[in-house]
């Protein structure tokens, strides 16, 4: 059944203004999942405010793109 959340989903780096970003959790037929956000200036700064360094966004960006070859494993498909 499609739908508009179709595999494969992939990640794009959005530009950055200011030392902050995100990366961009994409379908295969382009609509945007999801939106993971960091501050990458200063690490310091970044771990006082509560806001993910650009390593990190940039890995749970890509654990997020890989959910449905879990899911689809996981059902036997």
Request: glycine share 4%; no cysteine; aromatic share 10%.
């Given at each position: 059944m499609a739908t508009r959340f179709n595999p494969p989903w992939?990640?794009?780096e959005t530009e950055s203004v200011l030392d902050t970003g995100s990366f961009k959790v994409v379908s295969k037929g382009g609509m945007a999942i999801a939106?993971?956000?960091y501050d990458d200036g200063d690490p310091v700064r970044a771990n006082t405010?509560?806001?993910m360094t650009r390593?990190?966004?940039r890995r749970i960006?890509?654990?997020i793109?890989?959910?449905?070859?879990?899911?689809g494993a996981e059902q036997g498909e």
């Open positions: 992939t990640v794009v939106y993971v956000y405010t509560g806001h390593d990190e966004a960006a890509a654990n793109a890989k959910l449905p070859a879990l899911l």
